[in-house]
């Protein structure tokens, strides 16, 4: 996470992701780029094409002056962390992820409009359409969060090889600010009692291969029972409070097929905290040699460590 890209329309959310980004940059001695894209005006009153050009290159400048006054505010005009602005053109959004794959960006923060509820407002169609073809993660600022130094993060598993790469990111940014992560899995309440034991018994499996994978980090699980899962998320502080929630963003995932919808773009209406959606990354077969399978025919029991030791090997093998 050295270079963090800052889309911004000047609002006071935009703002509010620009200072997110900036607290993380420091921590990992990273750069900041700050991006406007604009769409150029077809005034009437202007005939060639040249004089087009010209005003849409000052235009641009203005907006330059712009985005520097907006660096200048935000950082005290302190070189602390160093900040680029740049003006891009529409179309915003394939402009916004363009930039990022040809310079080079970590990760997208960017502010989303409204974070009152679901059925009260709706996430702004640039941050969403960025959300759901960026290559990178996207860290999504709600409106009127308040910044605080984040010390709790969770963590929403699907059980998948893909996720390996996902947590370790996550994990890197939770190191930054020496958080405790909470690893969640959301099941459905309407299960009967011997599905949800199997469940239990997976997420146990699982929850010891991930403390064998990343030994050096103290994780926490959760299984949680949910018939809905959006409307368990707008609970979910009250049960396990935290700074920042992550998931990973699948074309087809568990809970898409299980509760419709798109659980990711929903997750970002209805979120209050930081939002961290990052892409599937899809491993190569050699690379999924040491990954960890739930065998559907055959989970040890939870207590019984040594079997566990064994699937996980005989798996890898």
Known sequence: ??????????????????????????????????????????????ISTEEKEQY????????????????KKVTDGT????????????PVVDNILGFAEYNHIDMIVMGTQGASGLRKTI??????????????????????????????FVYASNYVHSEKKALSQFLALANLYNAKVTVIHFVNAYLNLEEKEKERTAFDTYAFYLNKEFK?????????????????????????????????????GFYEKFFLGSFTKNMAYITKQLLLIIPEIKLLE????????????????????????????RKSE
């Open 1 to 46: 996470m050295k270079r963090i890209l800052v889309p911004t329309d000047f609002s006071p959310t935009a703002e509010r992701a620009f200072r997110v980004a900036m607290d993380i940059s420091k921590k990992t001695n990273g750069t900041v780029i700050l991006y406007h894209a604009h769409k150029p005006e077809k005034s009437e009153f202007l």
């Open 56 to 71: 849409t290159q000052q235009t641009e400048t203005n907006l330059l002056k712009k985005l520097q006054r907006l660096k």
């Open 79 to 90: 070189n602390e962390v160093p900040v680029s602005t740049i003006v891009g053109r529409t």
């Open 123 to 152: 996430i702004g169609s640039v941050a969403s359409k960025v959300t759901d073809n960026a290559d990178i993660p996207v860290l999504l600022v709600p409106e009127k969060y308040a910044w605080q130094e984040p010390k709790r």
């Open 216 to 252: 050096n980090s103290e994780l926490n699980y959760k299984l949680l029972e949910s018939d809905s899962v959006i409307e368990s998320m707008e609970k979910l502080d009250k049960k396990i409070p935290f700074d920042i929630f992550a998931m990973v963003r699948r074309n087809k």
């Open 286 to 313: 050699a690379e999924k040699e040491d990954k960890i399978i739930i065998d559907s025919d055959y989970i040890p029991m939870p207590h019984d460590n040594l079997q566990i030791e064994k699937i996980i090997k």
